[in-house]
């Protein structure tokens, strides 16, 4: 089992910036594939960012240039430093956790075991 646990949305202005953390525990956290996607009122869960235990990272298009993740193995945590930001990057934002998986996969949800209960994030225009 794993448990996650996020921190960090809140309100910003649109332009502003917001660092989403996402702390891990349980056995073999560290190895995990580890995932943020966002969900919008009335739409589906969709991929914003994904980074593997070796550090290789992928983006969702509409965040790329603006949005960096990154993570700590020794400490089990995973960021999400969010720049830039837009009136539709509202959304409840998720941290997510899965096995070891070929890089194109991590867009998808259904490769994450574990999931956190999600922080809130409003970016006002």
């Known amino acids: 089992q794993v448990q996650l646990v996020e921190s960090g949305g809140g309100l910003v202005q649109a332009g502003g910036s917001l660092r989403l953390s996402c702390a891990a525990s349980?056995?073999?956290?560290?190895?995990?594939?580890m995932g943020w996607f966002r969900q919008a009122p009335g739409k589906e869960r969709d991929f914003v960012a994904g980074?593997?235990?070796?550090?290789?990272?992928y983006y969702a298009d509409s965040v790329k240039g603006r949005f960096t993740i990154s993570r700590d193995n020794a400490k089990n945590t995973v960021a999400l430093q969010m720049n830039s930001l837009r009136p539709e990057d509202t959304a409840v934002y998720y941290c997510?956790?899965?096995?070891?998986?070929?890089?194109?996969?991590?867009?998808?949800?259904?490769?994450?075991?574990?999931w956190g209960q999600g922080t809130q994030v409003t970016v006002s225009s």
């Open positions: 980074i593997n235990w070796g550090g290789s990272t």
């Open positions: 997510a956790a899965g096995s070891p998986m070929a890089g194109p996969r991590v867009r998808y949800t259904d490769q994450y075991a574990y």
């Open positions: 349980g056995r073999s956290s560290s190895t995990y594939v």
